[in-house]
């Protein structure tokens, strides 16, 4: 897994790392107004979210378990 956690405290339900996560990783959780991990085995770790989050909520991981070797 990559991406490791959203802080529900921090978010703020702006849905933005929802739009910026090209995997579908993040949904929104219409109930709570927050978002949420879905499908975390997706997460190809582009930290589009981590990035895009302006409160500072999600914690992507750099490292992948199992590591990925590069494909060169």
Not at 30 to 44: L, P
């Amino acid at each position: 897994m990559v991406i490791k956690r959203i802080d529900n405290d921090k978010c703020n339900g702006c849905r933005i790392c929802v739009d910026a996560c090209p995997m579908d990783v993040i949904r929104f959780d219409e109930e709570n107004n927050k978002a949420v991990i879905k499908y975390a085995t997706d997460c190809i770790c582009c930290y589009n979210c981590e990035e895009d989050c302006p409160t500072g909520a999600i914690y992507v991981d750099p490292l992948r378990d199992p590591q990925v070797p590069p494909a060169w």
